[in-house]
């Protein structure tokens, strides 16, 4: 394998421009058998109270092909910020997304909303490759 970039890379190494739909891949390294990306800064909104719900978001995947490249990631997760949406379906959304797209061996996404109302959410969504 190469050092070269990968052609489907078009946000690395550019000036941020707002949230993407997907997130980009390039191709798995050799041995590259985990890959964790973690974060405690994801936005959203309730659906009902319409009032900013704050999350951790854990990415554990099992890379086949492909894996995610970073800077999409956080665009990616960046467009969350606006939208009204559970814990529960961020959990899916993200996994659904990283299924699609990279289609890793396995996944699993955790997302843990804040404390709101004493009460923190912790929603799994995991995907294992039959």
């Known amino acids: 394998m190469s050092d070269a970039p990968d052609d489907d890379l ?5 000036p941020t421009r707002g949230p993407v739909e997907h997130v ?3 191709p798995a ?3 590259c058998t ?29 890379p086949d092909q492909r894996c995610i ?6 665009l990616f997760l960046w467009g969350f910020r606006d939208r009204h949406v559970f814990a529960e379906a961020l959990a899916v959304e993200i996994a ?3 299924w699609h797209t990279v289609q890793p061996k396995s996944v ?4 843990t909303q804040h404390v709101r109302g004493g009460i923190v959410t912790e929603t799994h969504s995991s ?4």
């Open 96 to 98: 659904d997304e990283v």
């Open 24 to 26: 980009e891949t390039f």
């Open 34 to 62: 985990r890959v964790v990306f973690s974060t405690d800064e994801v936005a959203s909104l309730c659906p009902v109270t319409r009032q900013p719900d704050i999350s951790s978001v854990r990415i554990d995947y099992v």
């Open 69 to 74: 490249e970073s800077k999409s990631l956080k």
């Open 127 to 130: 995907r294992p490759r039959p």
């Open 10 to 14: 078009t946000l690395l190494g550019q």
């Open 108 to 111: 699993d996404v955790v997302v």
């Open 29 to 31: 390294p050799e041995g």
